[in-house]
């Protein structure tokens, strides 16, 4: 069995006192265990070395060779450190303690040599120690551990460069999730209030015509009944004559014969009383079917006094962020300031126009814009998939069928920025566009003069386009009147 070293004398020389500590030759750990071979290992090494030769004998790495000594550093390594870099204690910090030239910085143990790994191997990246360099890996780039740290360094920092863009990248596009899921909460609360005020109108129309329609059945009761009270106090008053006069004449009969003889004249006379027959009771009911009949057309009829029509809308989601539409969506107003709002996709960020909110693919459309005094305004339609993010010339080419006053001038937004010369200066511009014959026709409605017709065959779905940059006056869709036609 293996047993402590042997103590020392009593009194140690001073020369025996300035000799270092024993320690572990394999793991450099203090107070070895003396092998009865003479040599010397801690009991954690000596565990291991008995795991790798059997329980039975004592291994000595010394004993049995390199191939031991490399097994039991792998399993230190393995075991004891969890797969961690060996570091040396600090100086002073117990036996065993070393450090480099600087005097401060921890090193590796070479797992194979028991050398401090002090190169690097750039070939196949990892720590080596001198002897290491000698044997395998003789033909292989090596540097010092600081020049391979500064390359590692630099060569991580260019590896993570793309991941802190990436990063920034997401935090950007968090951030816009998070505005955006304000905007669509005030958004749902404003058009809500909106929404509300509309069926209000509706709600108001709708009792004061519920209280007319009732009022108006009061109405005809009341008639009818005062019609039919006349008539039964007349009737009374007739029955009342018949009863007496029939009562006088059975009284009458009732008397002896010389009294009933004298006054028979007068008898005969109060009975020949004649009462006409009463007349038939014609349109003496409540007309059930004026009141109820159609109630829901002609209150609806009635309704569209208050409900406009309007064939576009504009779309505030496409609006750029220096443009005001209004509540009912039917203007746009050019701002000072731009609003804090969403950089959507659909909105456009180099010019300052809005979208009409339903796109056309067939048939033919028409709508009035109130241009009014507005000095700077362009007015067509545009392709569903025209750039919206960047800027470029305006023309059919790039998706935009348009014309426009600016700086005082008509023009037709062609490649070559085609002039206009209308007669007079429109206050109204109807824009009409035939899908199927590929036109796109600007007139002014008061006159129906032509100003401007584009031609095109279109294959993909337009919006209704409306520009405004005049800080004065605004843009206004005219709304149109409704037309019932029964058959």
């Not at 039991?72 to 600090?90: C, E, I, M």
């Not at 033909?139 to 060569?155: G, I, N």
């Not at 509706?202 to 009792?207: A, G, K, M, Q, V």
């Amino acid at each position: 069995m293996a047993s402590p070293p042997p103590e020392g004398p009593p009194q140690p020389s001073a020369e025996a006192e300035a000799e270092p500590a024993p320690i572990c030759p394999v793991c450099q750990g203090p107070e070895p265990l003396l092998l009865p071979c003479g040599h010397s290992l801690c009991q954690a090494c000596l565990s291991l070395c008995q795991g790798e030769l059997g329980q039975e004998q004592l291994g000595c790495t010394e004993c049995f060779g390199k191939e031991l000594l490399s097994s039991v550093l792998k399993l230190l390594q393995d075991t004891l450190f969890q797969g961690q870099l060996r570091r040396p204690r600090p100086l002073g910090g117990g036996p065993g303690g070393e450090e480099d030239a600087a005097g401060d910085k921890p090193w590796e143990v070479c797992a194979e040599h028991g050398q401090r790994t002090g190169l690097y191997c750039t070939e196949d990246e990892e720590l080596v120690c001198e002897e290491c360099v000698r044997e395998e890996h003789e033909d292989h780039l090596t540097c010092s551990t600081e020049e391979a740290v500064e390359d590692c360094k630099r060569e991580l920092r260019s590896t993570l460069r793309p991941l802190q863009e990436k990063l920034q990248t997401l935090n950007t596009a968090k951030q816009t999730c998070d505005d955006t899921t304000d905007h669509i909460k005030k958004q749902s609360e404003h058009t809500e209030r909106l929404m509300r005020v509309e069926f209000e109108k509706l709600h108001h129309f709708l009792r004061d015509e519920e209280a007319a329609a009732i009022a108006a059945l009061k109405d005809e009761e009341e008639q009818k009944t005062r019609k039919m009270k006349h008539r039964l106090d007349r009737l009374s008053g007739e029955i009342a004559s018949l009863m007496d006069a029939i009562s006088t004449a059975e009284e009458a009969m009732e008397t002896d014969d010389i009294l009933f003889l004298k006054n028979y004249k007068k008898i005969t006379e109060r009975t020949q009383c004649t009462v006409p027959d009463p007349p038939e009771l014609s349109e003496s009911l409540i007309d059930v079917a004026s009141h109820v009949g159609c109630l829901k057309y002609r209150v609806w009829d009635k309704m569209q006094s208050i409900a406009q029509y309007n064939p576009v809308t504009l779309d505030p989601n496409t609006a750029d962020i220096c443009l005001s539409v209004s509540d009912d969506l039917l203007t746009v107003r050019y701002t000072e300031e731009d609003q804090q709002l969403p950089d959507n996709p659909e909105r456009f960020s180099f010019y300052e126009c809005v979208l009409g909110s339903e796109g056309i693919i067939s048939g033919c459309h028409w709508w009035d814009v109130e241009v009014g005094d507005c000095s700077e305004w362009a007015l067509g339609v545009v392709l569903d998939t025209v750039q919206r993010k960047e800027w470029f010339p305006p023309s059919p080419e790039r998706g935009m069928w348009t014309i426009c006053l600016l700086g005082g001038e008509y023009r037709a937004r062609t490649a070559s920025n085609t002039p206009l010369a209308p007669k007079k200066k429109p206050q109204r511009v109807r824009v009409q566009v035939d899908y199927e014959r590929g036109r796109v026709t600007f007139s002014d409605p008061s006159d129906n003069a032509l100003l401007y017709r584009f031609k095109h065959k279109f294959t993909e779905m337009v919006f209704p386009y409306f520009s405004n940059t005049c800080k004065r006056h605004p843009l206004r869709l005219s709304t149109g009147k409704v037309t019932v036609i029964t058959d």
